[in-house]
């Protein structure tokens, strides 16, 4: 059954980094169009990043600079490092799958917690 | 692409029919995408490409549209249906709607 985990939320003061992880079962990251959709408290989803199977990477303009993804094809995982963060990036982190470019995300993980507060 | 969707809220009883409107910022074709999400759990994708149907996903959901007006429809609400919907374009970077919650 394919399975995607994140881990690694927390809570983080204000220009501090963080460092989420997905580990995916039964399919390769590599293989597949992987991105990070977040939903903060009270609005809705936002797409921020995706990284190609190609290793192309794209960005929203929200964290474009501050914000990285990566993929370890051994270990099957996806990342999102997060640095400089805001009181804006206070969401829950979604890792996602899309098996074409065109991205129809058919597997989420249940997410994890990111907090940015002093 | 700037999606809007409407109602932001409704209030529904089971065995309504339901609809849920989406309006992209530009011509996307069908490149449509309509999720579930409930409070603790993973998004649940629903219909993709405007109008078919997920594997898995009961028929009484629909999807329509193309170009920039889209509807998802829920023929007959059932209990396990009271959730948020988003609508979100695959033309170019994704972007989500803001999302319609179903209510009792």
């Known amino acids: 059954e394919v399975q995607l985990v994140e881990s690694g939320g927390g809570l983080v003061q204000p220009g501090g980094s963080l460092r989420l992880s997905c580990a995916a079962t039964?399919?390769?990251?590599?293989?597949?169009?992987m991105s990070w959709v977040r939903r903060a408290p009270g609005k809705g989803l936002e797409w921020i990043s995706i990284?190609?199977?190609?290793?192309?990477?794209h960005y929203a303009d929200s964290v474009q600079g501050r914000f990285s993804i990566s993929r370890d094809i051994y270990t099957n995982t996806l990342y999102l490092q997060m640095n400089s963060l805001r009181a804006e990036d206070t969401a829950v982190y979604y890792c996602?799958?899309?098996?074409?470019?065109?991205?129809?995300?058919?597997?989420w993980g249940q997410g994890t917690l990111v907090t940015v507060s002093s | 692409i700037q999606m809007t969707q409407s109602p932001a809220s409704l209030s529904a009883s089971v065995g309504d029919r339901v609809a849920i409107h989406c309006r992209a910022g530009?011509?996307?074709?069908?490149?449509l995408n309509w999720y579930q999400h409930k409070p603790g759990k993973a998004p649940k994708l629903l219909i993709y490409?405007?109008?078919i149907l997920q594997t898995g996903v009961p028929s009484r959901f629909s999807g329509s549209g193309s170009g920039a007006d889209f509807t998802l429809t829920i023929s007959s609400l059932q209990p396990e249906d009271f959730a948020t919907y988003y609508c979100?374009?695959?033309?170019?970077?994704?972007?989500f709607g803001p999302g319609t919650k179903v209510e009792v």
């Open positions: 990284i190609y199977k190609d290793g192309t990477t």
């Open positions: 039964e399919f390769t990251v590599r293989n597949s169009y």
């Open positions: 979100q374009q695959c033309y170019s970077h994704p972007t």
């Open positions: 490409a405007s109008s």
């Open positions: 530009q011509n996307i074709d069908t490149y």
């Open positions: 996602t799958r899309a098996t074409t470019i065109t991205t129809i995300y058919d597997y």
